[in-house]
T-cell receptor
Framework: KNEVEQSPQNLTAQEGEFITINCSYSVGISALHWLQQHPGGGIVSLFMLSSGKKKHGRLIATINIQEKHSSLHITASHPRDSAVYICALGRDGGSQGNLIFGKGTKLSVKP | DAGITQSPRHKVTETGTPVTLRCHQTENHRYMYWYRQDPGHGLRLIHYSYGVKDTDKGEVSDGYSVSRSKTEDFLLTLESATSSQTSVYFC?????????????FGPGTRLTVL
């Protein structure tokens, strides 16, 4: 069983829609990261969180440690949000910054 | 932009040839990582470095070696490339160790082994 599962794998939305991407995990973690990979391949870090909720612009990330679940929400989605969104786990006791990465959710936002 | 470059950005090579990929950073970060990204898999750690001449293996290190003789450069070498090493390779850096630290990624190198 994979230690981190993302859903859905693929998501198509219309511009303006509210989007939710989910990440479930099965191991103890000290932090959870959300990353965005642009169609051109570049990867950027969106959020790092260990509890509660964080917001940046139209993006909101939440985490429930007890349920081992995190969500990434995008409000008022726009075609420029089209990308692959990756959840990554920082494990309890993990050394040297090693992360476990999910397979990603490919989001396509249509105008 | 965290000041990370990778070279080459694209490479096509033949099975059995040696290949070296370079990651260069201008941020003076201590920690550097090499990942590979393949369809159907998340990013997987190949090797990482926690200082000059200090490196360790990751999840998928077989067939790869690394070297770090300067803080700013982390080299990944495929001693004898195989078709299974066709992939996109990403370098990343972080200021500190630990899962709390944000990693900054390079633009990637697309390697094709024929």
């Amino acid at each position: 069983k994979n230690e981190v599962e993302q859903s859905p794998q693929n998501l198509t939305a219309q511009e303006g829609e509210f989007i939710t991407i989910n990440c479930s995990y099965s191991v103890g973690i000290s932090a959870l990261h959300w990353l965005q990979q642009h169609p051109g391949g570049g990867i950027v870090s969106l959020f790092m969180l260990s509890s509660g909720k964080k917001k940046h612009g139209r993006l909101i990330a939440t985490i429930n440690i007890q349920e081992k679940h995190s969500s990434l929400h995008i409000t008022a989605s726009h075609p420029r949000d089209s990308a692959v969104y990756i959840c990554a786990l920082g494990r309890d006791g993990g050394s040297q910054g090693n992360l476990i990465f999910g397979k990603g959710t490919k989001l396509s936002v249509k105008p | 932009d965290a000041g990370i470059t990778q070279s080459p950005r694209h490479k096509v090579t033949e099975t059995g040839t040696p290949v070296t990929l370079r990651c260069h950073q201008t941020e003076n970060h201590r920690y550097m990582y090499w990942y590979r990204q393949d369809p159907g898999h998340g990013l997987r750690l190949i090797h990482y470095s926690y200082g000059v001449k200090d490196t360790d293996k990751g999840e998928v290190s077989d067939g790869y070696s690394v070297s770090r003789s300067k803080t700013e450069d982390f080299l990944l070498t495929l001693e004898s490339a195989t078709s299974s090493q066709t992939s996109v390779y990403f370098c990343a850096i972080s200021r500190t160790s630990g899962s709390f630290d944000e990693q900054f990624f390079g633009p990637g190198t697309r390697l094709t082994v024929l």
